[in-house]
Each structure stands twice: as structure tokens, then as C-alpha cells.
T-cell receptor
Framework: KAGVTQTPRYLIKTRGQQVTLSCSPI?????VSWYQQTPGQGLQFLFE???????NKGNFPGRFSGRQFSNSRSEMNVSTLELGDSALYLCASSLSGQGPEAFFGQGTRLTVV | GQQVMQIPQYQHVQEGEDFTTYCNSSTTLSNIQWYKQRPGGHPVFLIQ?????EVKKQKRLTFQFGEAKKNSSLHITATQTTDVGTYFCAANAGGNKLVFGAGTILRVKS
């Protein structure tokens, strides 16, 4: 069974630009969560989508948004990029329900210059 | 919001020594999960603990969930160089939202 696939793996953007990251969950998984990982703040929850609906949201500004498609693939968008948005963005998929293990993708390393 | 405190931040051990990392919450947890992230890698699920006082073992790794379901620990016996990485605890905060501890970086000297 294929794992969680995130594209692209690496991205360099300029301040003020916007970026879209993609995540394809494990086949059959309906829940996709996004996390931001930085050396200073660690792993922070961005949002979770389940059956195309945002089910949970973390404490990030509205510049961070996401969506999920009918095939469970998810995208997250960051608009008006800031230097502080440089991070590893991780996507995790789960089968369903509450509390099952999360399977993480390799992540997208975003650098904002 | 829910917070999980994890200590220590770093631990350097000699190969063959034991290692322990601890997680604490001020609130009762429904469950706690543990993940390992190798340098340059992504978090990989190790285990989930659900019951009060639960103890689970995976080879040299022992996971415990406190009686009050407010703390948890991961103990590695006789560390090996393959154990290097960052170990995270994570509490479920509704749906599949995970609140992660800060992680403990384990370095093993051979």
C-alpha cells in the first residue's frame, strides 16, 4: 500500500507570494491533517479535513487555508508569505474516527526568502 | 488549549545505556501516542496507550501511561545507534487533532 505522498518536497518562495502544497493520503483514509514543524515551535497542528469538511483548526492566521477533495486528496495554501512561514509542512492521514495512528508524509520543506 | 510538556529536551547517552523521556499534561488525556522522527525524516507512529496504568513493550522499548492518565513515559533499554532521533508524545485533542510535546532528541555515542 502506498504511503502518504506530499508534493513538492522542496520549495523556495519570496515574501508576499502564495504557495499551494499537496497531500495524497493512504488509499481509504478519509482524514487528512496538516502540521507545521519548526525548530522553535515544534510540531503545530494547522487543520484537519474529514470527508471534505474542515473538522479541526489550529491557531494559525487566516493566511493558512486548506481544502479536501472527494478523493481525499488535500491541499493547503499559504498566502502573503512571511519569512516566519519557513518550515517543514507535514501532512498526516488517518483511517477515520478519533485517535487512530497518524501516517505522516515526507513533508514539504518551504523556504521563504 | 491542551498542552503536553515533554522532558528532557536532549539526551546524549553512551551506546548500551538506557534512555527515558517523559510527558505530562495538566488535564486527563483520552489517549497518548508516541512517534519517532529520524534526522531528516518524518514522524513515524510507535504506539498508542489508552487505558489507565497501561504498559506496553516493543522489544527494547517500554511505554507507560499513568494511573491518572496525565503522564506517560518511553523507556529504551540498552540503546543502540539505530535509536537516534527525536521522540515525541502526542495527545489527541478531538477528531484526529494531535497536540505534540516538544520532543526529546536522543543522541547515542558508540
Amino acid at each position: 500500500k502506498a504511503g502518504v505522498t506530499q508534493t513538492p518536497r522542496y520549495l523556495i518562495k519570496t515574501r508576499g507570494q502564495q504557495v499551494t502544497l499537496s497531500c495524497s493520503p493512504i488509499s481509504g483514509h478519509r482524514s487528512v491533517s496538516w502540521y507545521q514543524q519548526t525548530p522553535g515551535q515544534g510540531l503545530q497542528f494547522l487543520f484537519e479535513y474529514f470527508s471534505e469538511t474542515q473538522r479541526n483548526k489550529g491557531n494559525f492566521p487566516g493566511r493558512f487555508s486548506g481544502r479536501q477533495f472527494s478523493n481525499s486528496r488535500s491541499e493547503m495554501n499559504v498566502s502573503t508569505l512571511e519569512l516566519g512561514d519557513s518550515a517543514l509542512y507535514l501532512c498526516a492521514s488517518s483511517l477515520s474516527g478519533q485517535g487512530p495512528e497518524a501516517f505522516f508524509g515526507q513533508g514539504t520543506r518551504l523556504t521563504v526568502v | 488549549g491542551q498542552q503536553v510538556m515533554q522532558i528532557p529536551q536532549y539526551q546524549h547517552v553512551q551506546e548500551g545505556e538506557d534512555f527515558t523521556t517523559y510527558c505530562n499534561s495538566s488535564t486527563t488525556l483520552s489517549n497518548i501516542q508516541w512517534y519517532k522522527q529520524r534526522p531528516g525524516g518524518h514522524p513515524v507512529f510507535l504506539i498508542q496507550l489508552v487505558k489507565s496504568g497501561e504498559v506496553k513493550k516493543q522489544k527494547r522499548l517500554t511505554f507507560q501511561f499513568g494511573e491518572a492518565k496525565k503522564n506517560s513515559s518511553l523507556h529504551i533499554t540498552a540503546t543502540q545507534t539505530t535509536d537516534v532521533g527525536t521522540y515525541f508524545c502526542a495527545a489527541n485533542a478531538g477528531g484526529n487533532k494531535l497536540v505534540f510535546g516538544a520532543g526529546t532528541i536522543l543522541r547515542v555515542k558508540s
